[in-house]
């Protein structure tokens, strides 16, 4: 459930089955798609979170079976308050799929309201975004440079139940730093190499019903080093594996399973993340006007606030702990 893997491994076998679990520092799955039984019907997914500590900006894009969906949602965390809108389409986009390779690729997407260009490079990537009527009336403008820097990335593999044609393939990379302009009606929001960072979240999955998904994250500066955290539940934690982790100064922390507490109906209340060992972790939510902070898009809320509390690996001399450092939860149904 917790093994390690340290060499290349491909994901599916000459059979079109998942061969392997486990979880690794680097990017050891080979995502060898055609192999698979159920070839070109995996659920795709790519997602950004760019913060500076005054501004977040969350960008996901997905490919769900016959849908096909862009996310956005900026939150100013200084002034309070959160606009998000997204587009929705019946025709998955098999032509304009999302970038199969961390290096190199491209991803296009342009209709009457929104241009988007996602671009991968050896050294990073470029974000660059235009929607019309943002939630209706602002326009939203950003134009981002992600540099990669060196360290750990998360990495799992993970069968769905019994039946090893389904499957769940995660990677999580908090090493980017960003640099550019996020610009939403009269607001306009400056990064730096200084002070922006970003992390980008990829998954692939084959699953036999419907799923929810929760996950607790954070990307933030905490003593002068940076610290991200990755907590999930229900799809991202199950017998075969998580993807529970947190890293500080650019390591990797990997931690086992993570029991959660809380009301998905009442975001405004605490949530609770906590293992007999590791974890004791509180979230809760910003709030404006006793309501908290949301980007409600598409089957997805984005809920933005912060995290007490402490954790605890055998790797630390002591505790990492934790006093209203900025964080989110997300919550997906698909």
Known sequence: MQHEITEIRRVFDPNGEVQTAGWARAPVFVYNEPMSKSAGKHGERDCYFVNNGEVSLYLSVENMGLEFAIKMAVADLKRGGVISDYVVKKIRLLKTGLPKSDINGEFLYS??????????????????????????YKNLYFSLVLQENRGDSLNMLAPFERNRKYFYLKRFLPKFVAAGVIRLGGMEYTLTESNGRAYFDRSRYFKPHHHFYHRLSADCVMDGKRFSLCLASRVGDNRYGNENCFFADGRLYKLGSITVRGNPKRLERAFSFRSSTTADITFKAFTVRGTAMTAAMAGETVVFGSIYGELHHTDLPRPLVFDSAQAHMIFSEF
């Open 111 to 136: 209709d009457k309201r929104v241009q988007l260009q996602i671009t991968h490079t050896p050294t990073g990537r470029f974000l660059k975004g235009d929607f019309i009527d943002f939630a209706g």
